[in-house]
């Protein structure tokens, strides 16, 4: 039997690539994550290419 997911989970991506001009506030807005959380996940500079973290597991 499956267990039945979460389907705010479901539909939001763990991580995103940052793209040029793309800050951590306007990521935080995107993604509607709070920005403290997202500036805690993802202790260093902005840089494009980067893998931005969107979720910590468990939550």
Do not use: C, H
């Not at 959380?37 to 840089?47: E, F, I, M, P, T």
Request: aromatic share 6%.
């Amino acid at each position: 039997m499956q267990r039945p997911q979460n389907s705010l989970a479901s539909k939001s991506p763990s991580k995103y690539v940052a793209q040029r001009g793309d800050t951590y506030s306007s990521i935080a807005r995107k993604f509607d994550v709070e920005l403290a959380d997202l500036k805690k996940w993802n202790r260093q500079n902005l840089v494009p290419g980067m893998k931005v973290v969107l979720s910590q597991a468990g939550r």
